[in-house]
Structure formats: structure tokens, C-alpha cells
């Protein structure tokens, strides 16, 4: 049997939430950037333990491979295009709508940071983790969209794919 190479059953889900998180996210960094542009803005405490802020991220997750060349930041740029490609070509492919969901969570990260990278040359990041003097990364919803569906397309691998295969 043939499998669809661009369109699967769950191809509606997965563009729906990668648009859907691309626009929550980059209606966020709109208002980051339009926020903090100015010289010092301080903090806006949120909660306890979360600020907003505005800090660039010339890298990827957690200020990894930071990119200080335009070839770094293009090698980076056509990275994305290429993990988006192939998280599509994937989403096309699934039978699971677990899976579906996950890959659309990974896809709209990967393309709102991408937008970032081809518009500002850098990934805007704007929330800020603490708890006490425990100081986390400055982050982005893109950056929990991508987090949360490669979590859950880990746990479906081990777990529940795993059970669902091994039924009678």
C-alpha cells in the first residue's frame, strides 16, 4: 500500500497547530520587541518564578551553537527549512493522532524560530524561568511548542506506541 507523501489523515491537525503556534508565538515576540525595545525596560515579573524579558538568540535551544557570521545564521536558517520539511513529510506519513499533534507542536517552534532567524537574523526570546537563585534559560513558546511535542513523541515511542504494537 502506498503512503501519502504530502497529505495524511492528520495533515489538517498538523498545519492547523503549526499556524496556530507560529501566530501565538510571534504575536509574543511582536509585543517583546515593540516592548523592550527601548534602553532600560526593566523586567515584568508574571509570577514568582517567571518574567518577560527580551534577550536575541543567535543560536538555537538554550543559547547552543551561538552563530556570529551571516553563513552562521544562514547554515541555521536552511537547517530549519530542511527539519521542517522532513517533520511534514512526516506528519503526512502518521497514523496517530498523538503523533500528529506532537509533530504540529514541533513544526509551528520550528517555523515561528525560523521566521525569527530570516526576519530579525536572530531568534527573539522573551520568558524568563527562575525559582530563588535557581536562574533558567530565557526562552520562547516556540521553544515549549518544539519541548512539549518532542516529549511527547519520545513518551509514545517508548511507551504508548510501544503497547499498542505489542496487543494481540
Keep these: 500500500m502506498n503512503k501519502p507523501k504530502f497529505w495524511g489523515r492528520y495533515s489538517s491537525l498538523v498545519l492547523l497547530l503549526a499556524i496556530a503556534g507560529l501566530a501565538v508565538d510571534q504575536i509574543a515576540k511582536f509585543w517583546a520587541v515593540s516592548h523592550f525595545s527601548g534602553t532600560g525596560i526593566p523586567a515584568i515579573p508574571v509570577g514568582p518564578f517567571l518574567d518577560l524579558v527580551l534577550l536575541w538568540n543567535k543560536g538555537i535551544s538554550y543559547g547552543f551553537f551561538q552563530q556570529t557570521t551571516d553563513l552562521g545564521r544562514w547554515g541555521l536558517a536552511a537547517f530549519t527549512v530542511a527539519a521542517s520539511i522532513f517533520i511534514w513529510f512526516w506528519s503526512a506519513r502518521t497514523s496517530s493522532r498523538l503523533e500528529g499533534f506532537c509533530l504540529g507542536l514541533v513544526l ?13 537574523g536572530q531568534v527573539v526570546d522573551y520568558l524568563y524561568f527562575h525559582v530563588g537563585y535557581f536562574s533558567w534559560y530565557v526562552f520562547n513558546l516556540a521553544d515549549a511548542w ?11 515511542t517508548l511507551f504508548i506506541g510501544k503497547n499498542k504494537n505489542s496487543r494481540p
Excluded: P, Q
Design 108 to 120: 509551528s517552534g520550528a517555523l515561528s524560530n525560523g521566521f525569527d532567524r530570516l526576519y530579525y
Design 146 to 156: 518544539i519541548v512539549i511535542g518532542a516529549t511527547g513523541l519520545l513518551l509514545d
